[in-house]
């Protein structure tokens, strides 16, 4: 869906109130949905800035995308990305854990041998 003017006025405002520090700051915060709020105006403000870039202003560079990389945006985004996919992983690995105790794999359990031990032939 394309910004109406008045979107990308007010993004263009929220940029001039110096906005995207304190945007890429709260990335690390532990409340998802704080998260979530800050990746989607960042993601807003990021697409203003495109038109821009892509008319071949401010040396082709989207400017927004230059100063979210200089606030540490781009690293605490990458970083989130790499905390949930590690997260994934985790969840995999406990699941497989849980499916392999449940067949008696455990790394700490040692064979049975039965009463008067084994006998052969």
Same mark, same amino acid.
């Given at each position: 869906?394309?910004?109406?003017?008045?979107?990308? !006025? @007010?993004?263009? @405002? #929220?940029?001039?109130? %110096?906005?995207?520090?304190?945007?890429?700051? !709260? #990335?690390? *915060?532990?409340?998802?949905?704080?998260?979530?709020? *800050?990746?989607?105006?960042? &993601?807003?403000? !990021? /697409?203003?800035? =495109?038109? %821009?870039? &892509?008319?071949?202003?401010?040396? $082709?560079?989207?400017?927004?995308?230059?100063?979210?990389? &200089?606030? %540490?945006?781009? %690293? /605490?985004?990458?970083?989130?990305?790499?905390? =949930? /996919?590690? &997260?994934?992983?985790?969840n995999i690995q406990n699941g497989g854990d849980k499916m392999l105790q $449940?067949?008696?794999?455990?790394?700490?359990?040692? +064979?049975?041998? +039965? +009463?008067?031990? @084994? /006998? @052969? $032939?």
């Amino acid at each position: 869906m394309r910004e109406t003017s008045y979107d990308v !006025l @007010f993004c263009r @405002f #929220l940029v001039s109130q %110096d906005c995207i520090k304190p945007l890429c700051d !709260l #990335l690390i *915060c532990l409340d998802p949905r704080i998260v979530m709020v *800050c990746l989607e105006g960042l &993601e807003n403000i !990021l /697409k203003v800035g =495109e038109p %821009d870039k &892509e008319m071949g202003m401010n040396g $082709g560079i989207n400017l927004y995308a230059q100063m979210i990389d &200089e606030c %540490d945006g781009l %690293d /605490k985004i990458e970083n989130l990305y790499w905390a =949930e /996919k590690e &997260e994934d992983e985790q969840n995999i690995q406990n699941g497989g854990d849980k499916m392999l105790q $449940g067949f008696n794999f455990g790394v700490n359990q040692q +064979p049975s041998v +039965p +009463p008067g031990g @084994f /006998k @052969f $032939g």
